[in-house]
């Protein structure tokens, strides 16, 4: 072996070691959170290990990050505000904006539901007036089954929402690793 080779293949195991070592601190600090039950994402885990985002979202590290984080959703663990990277907060003046625009729908919503109400009462005014007993005990039953159907359907949309929900923060916490990664980049280059 030439002197070149045996530098070349030194520096080969050093940097093999520096990957292990760099490895392990994302390993270290991902049971480190768990334990303290503190919300994990990948920009947090890459910071507090010391390592850039991209090999927290690498593989063999990915896995056990996004494992973390869905058992963590699984037992209803939120963000705090420290874990939400400071360029995805959002301005007091878009959350009043955000809160005035919802008010005002709420406002609507709630007057078409009264109107909608009104109908309704209306119509089912006019089919007791046409039919008999048993057509209304029947009629009640099937409203009733649709009444729980509804329900059901109503829960199951609530359950969609929070996995969309969390499915939003994890693209947030995805975004802003890639534009971390990519600012680095640029820099570097």
Same mark, same amino acid.
């Given at each position: 072996?030439?002197?070149?080779?045996?530098?070349?293949?030194?520096?080969?195991?050093?940097?093999?070691?520096?990957?292990?070592?760099?490895?392990?601190?994302?390993?270290?600090?991902?049971?480190?959170?768990?334990?303290?039950?503190?919300?994990?994402?990948?920009?947090?885990?890459?910071?507090?290990?010391?390592?850039?985002?991209?090999?927290?979202?690498?593989?063999?590290?990915?896995?056990?990050?996004?494992?973390?984080?869905?058992?963590?959703?699984?037992?209803?663990?939120?963000?705090? &505000?420290? %874990?939400?990277?400071?360029?995805? *907060?959002?301005?007091?003046? /878009? $959350?009043?904006? +955000? !809160?005035?625009? #919802?008010? @005002?729908?709420?406002?609507?919503?709630?007057?078409?539901?009264?109107?909608?109400?009104?109908?309704?009462?209306?119509?089912?005014?006019?089919?007791?007036?046409?039919?008999?007993?048993?057509?209304?005990?029947?009629?009640?039953?099937?409203?009733?089954?649709?009444?729980?159907?509804?329900?059901?359907?109503?829960?199951? &949309?609530? %359950?969609?929402?929070?996995?969309? *929900?969390?499915?939003?923060? /994890? $693209?947030?916490? +995805? !975004?802003?690793? #890639?534009? @971390?990664?990519?600012?680095?980049?640029?820099?570097?280059?």
């Amino acid at each position: 072996m030439t002197a070149r080779e045996a530098r070349a293949a030194a520096l080969k195991a050093a940097r093999e070691r520096d990957s292990k070592d760099k490895r392990r601190r994302v390993l270290e600090v991902l049971e480190s959170l768990q334990r303290a039950g503190t919300k994990i994402t990948f920009a947090r885990v890459a910071k507090e290990a010391g390592v850039s985002n991209w090999l927290a979202y690498s593989p063999g590290l990915r896995e056990p990050i996004e494992t973390a984080r869905q058992r963590q959703e699984e037992l209803g663990i939120e963000a705090t &505000a420290d %874990a939400v990277p400071p360029p995805s *907060r959002v301005s007091s003046a /878009s $959350l009043k904006t +955000d !809160l005035a625009l #919802a008010q @005002q729908q709420i406002k609507e919503l709630r007057e078409e539901r009264n109107r909608l109400r009104e109908r309704l009462r209306l119509q089912l005014g006019a089919e007791l007036d046409r039919t008999d007993g048993q057509e209304l005990v029947a009629r009640v039953s099937e409203l009733s089954r649709e009444n729980a159907e509804l329900g059901r359907q109503a829960q199951q &949309a609530q %359950a969609d929402n929070r996995t969309l *929900r969390t499915t939003i923060e /994890s $693209l947030e916490d +995805d !975004l802003t690793a #890639a534009r @971390q990664s990519l600012r680095k980049m640029m820099r570097s280059t």
